[in-house]
């Protein structure tokens, strides 16, 4: 049996969050980070929470599932009008 596959899976989480989270901060690339999330949510939810529910004190998933919404919300509605994207897509339409 391989073990490093667990070991692979963990860097690329981790990567896709901070990089997500980075985009997000930044303010461009915002749905394709929100895309990542998503994924990465989901993995976390029916991967390691969903046997727990919603019991906090055993690991449960709200707080994966709350993640899970506000990134769904963000790949809805994007980053906003002031967001660095929409200040780029705006001076390059004036060029």
Do not use: C, N
């Not at 749905?31 to 449960?60: E, N, Q, Y």
């Not at 998933?61 to 780029?88: C, D, K, N, V």
């Amino acid at each position: 049996m391989d073990h490093r596959f667990p070991i692979v899976v963990g860097y690329l989480v981790g990567l896709a969050q901070v990089v997500s989270a980075i985009a997000v901060l930044v303010g461009v690339f915002i749905r394709l980070a929100a895309v990542a999330l998503i994924v990465v949510m989901l993995g976390a939810i029916f991967l390691v929470h969903l046997p727990h529910g919603f019991d906090v004190s055993k690991g449960g998933m709200e707080y994966a599932l709350t993640q899970l919404l506000i990134a769904f919300a963000l790949l809805l509605m994007g980053g906003g009008a002031y967001s660095l994207s929409s200040r780029l897509h705006t001076w390059l339409q004036g060029l």
